[in-house]
């Protein structure tokens, strides 16, 4: 079973910038994602890769961009202009058989990365 692990996420004030990383155990064919959930409030799509295509969430769209290496085997998000709006654990996705920010379409789950964002 592939395993998903994320890091990056950190602490920064509004208008800064993050990486989020997530490693994977083993070589990705499938379509993968990143999601967020903020405290009180439902898992939500940030962004999704799949053979190279991308498709963002409104929210993020032109600010979050998204990427795979394949030589190592790593999902990334490059998040800028960030807000306090933005605050929340970020998880990576994988297993997905087509472009979705929907998290039914994913059977394999990172354990998340806290990103906050002060004002």
């Known amino acids: 079973q592939v395993q998903l692990v994320e890091s990056g996420g950190a602490s920064v004030q509004a208008g800064g910038s993050l990486r989020l990383s997530c490693a994977s155990s083993g070589a990705q064919r499938t379509c993968m994602a990143w999601f967020r959930q903020a405290p009180g409030k439902e898992r939500e799509g940030v962004a999704t890769i799949c053979q190279q295509s991308t498709f963002y969430a409104n929210s993020v769209e032109g600010r979050f961009s998204i990427s795979f290496d394949n030589s190592k085997n790593t999902l990334y998000l490059q998040m800028n202009s960030l807000g306090p709006e933005d605050t929340a654990m970020y998880y990576c996705?994988?297993?997905?058989?087509?472009?979705?920010?929907?998290?039914?379409?994913?059977?394999?789950w990172g354990k998340g990365t806290q990103v906050t964002v002060s004002s």
């Open positions: 996705a994988a297993g997905g058989l087509l472009r979705s920010l929907e998290i039914w379409a994913y059977h394999i």
